[in-house]
Nanobody, 128 residues
Framework: QVQLVESGGGLVQAGGSLRLSCAASGRTFVTYGMGWFRQAPGEEREFVAAISWSGGTTYYADSVKGRFAISRENAENTMYLQMNSLKPEDTAVYYC?????????????????????WGQGTQVTVSS
């Protein structure tokens, strides 16, 4: 069983930056693939980024490519999402997720159904 807790959300002006963290419990964190998703009001949950167990493989949604960076520190059981050049359309609740599959291919990584564990989410609001 893995428990995930996100932090780092908040209110920021357009063009600003935030760093989200996802702290995981459990000794098996190092073997799990991880991902970030987001959900805006009235919208479906959408894929943001994913990272393999080692950090060697990463994927990004086209909408965040070049602005966001996903990383993980297995020794600290923590995953991060560095968000730069934020836009109002990035406003959403951001969720971290874990999958028992160490490394998903891109189509699998983008599918929320592939993830076994979810955090409660952290709100990110970008003002214009």
């Amino acid at each position: 069983q893995v428990q995930l807790v996100e932090s780092g959300g908040g209110l920021v002006q357009a063009g600003g930056s935030l760093r989200l963290s996802c702290a995981a419990s459990g000794r098996t964190f190092v073997t799990y693939g991880m991902g970030w998703f987001r959900q805006a009001p009235g919208e479906e949950r959408e894929f943001v980024a994913a990272i393999s167990w080692s950090g060697g493989t990463t994927y990004y949604a086209d909408s965040v490519k070049g602005r966001f960076a996903i990383s993980r520190e297995n020794a600290e059981n923590t995953m991060y999402l560095q968000m730069n050049s934020l836009k109002p359309e990035d406003t959403a609740v951001y969720y971290c997720a874990a999958t028992r599959v160490p490394r998903l291919d891109i189509s699998q990584a983008m599918n929320p159904m592939r993830y076994n564990y979810w955090g409660q989410g952290t709100q990110v609001t970008v003002s214009s």
